[in-house]
């Protein structure tokens, strides 16, 4: 069974920093590229950002570009996103997802191409 298990949201002030962690089990991590979504209220999921499974490509949403990054740790079995300069509109659950693919540098960034999904962390950036 997979779980994707997210950690590290929080309250911040804006221009604050918080670092999410996504912990994999049940996938075969290392053939899997990985996503962050977000969803914040009354709004639908909107890609973040996604990196792939070799890790050597990744694909930001404009809205976070110069800000967040993403990486990840197949020893550990762990996908990472740094957030820095955070703002009152990043407000929202963060969600990790997984997509095993054959493609080592393949980058996907729609939710529908996501077939596993992590419980969802709250980020909340105050003004």
């Known amino acids: 069974q997979v779980q994707l298990v997210e950690s590290g949201g929080g309250l911040v002030q804006a221009g604050g920093s918080l670092t999410l962690s996504c912990a994999a089990s049940?996938?075969?991590?290392?053939?899997?590229?990985m996503a962050w979504f977000r969803q914040a209220p009354g709004k639908a999921r909107e890609f973040v950002t996604a990196?792939?499974?070799?890790?050597?490509?990744?694909r930001y949403a404009d809205p976070v570009k110069g800000r967040f990054t993403i990486s990840r740790d197949n020893a550990k079995n762990t996908v990472f996103l740094q957030m820095n300069s955070l703002k009152p509109e990043d407000t929202a659950v963060y969600y990790c997802?997984?997509?095993?693919?054959?493609?080592?540098?393949?980058?996907?960034?729609?939710?529908?191409?996501?077939?596993?999904w992590g419980q969802g962390t709250q980020v909340t950036v105050s003004s």
């Open positions: 049940g996938v075969t991590f290392s053939a899997s590229g």
């Open positions: 997802a997984a997509k095993e693919t054959s493609y080592s540098d393949y980058v996907a960034s729609h939710f529908f191409e996501y077939n596993d």
């Open positions: 990196i792939s499974r070799s890790g050597y490509n990744t």
